[in-house]
């Protein structure tokens, strides 16, 4: 069983700066991607970043490529998300999640079998 915990959100102005870092129990060595994702109140859950932990292959999604980065830390067991030129549609709880099985769908939330409990990200105009 793997737990998943995020944290370095906060309340920021546009065009700030935000990191946010997950930090996995165990390494999840039997699935090959870990994600962010976000969801804003009674709107659908947004896939953002994903990464290739094996060998380290990043994508973002095109609302976020150029201003986010993705990365790990396989010695901490921790993943990050560098947000830069934060926008007011940036505004979301921010998830991390893991697979657990290999797979090539890095953009599908049902692929992911855990998840942390989410942190918030506000950015005022």
């Known amino acids: 069983q793997v737990q998943l915990v995020e944290s370095g959100g906060g309340s920021v102005q546009a065009g700030g700066s935000l990191t946010l870092s997950c930090v996995a129990s165990v390494r999840t060595d039997s699935g090959n991607y870990m994600a962010w994702f976000r969801q804003t109140p009674g709107k659908e859950r947004e896939w953002v970043a994903a990464i290739e932990t094996r060998r380290n292959f990043t994508y973002y999604a095109p609302s976020v490529k150029g201003r986010f980065a993705i990365s790990q830390d396989n010695a901490k067991n921790t993943m990050y998300l560098q947000m830069n030129s934060l926008k007011p549609e940036d505004t979301a709880i921010y998830f991390c999640?893991?697979?657990?099985?290999?797979?090539?769908?890095?953009?599908?939330?049902?692929?992911?079998?855990?998840w942390g409990q989410g942190t918030q990200v506000t950015v005022s105009s």
């Open positions: 999640a893991a697979r657990d099985t290999q797979g090539d769908w890095w953009w599908r939330d049902d692929d992911y079998k855990y």
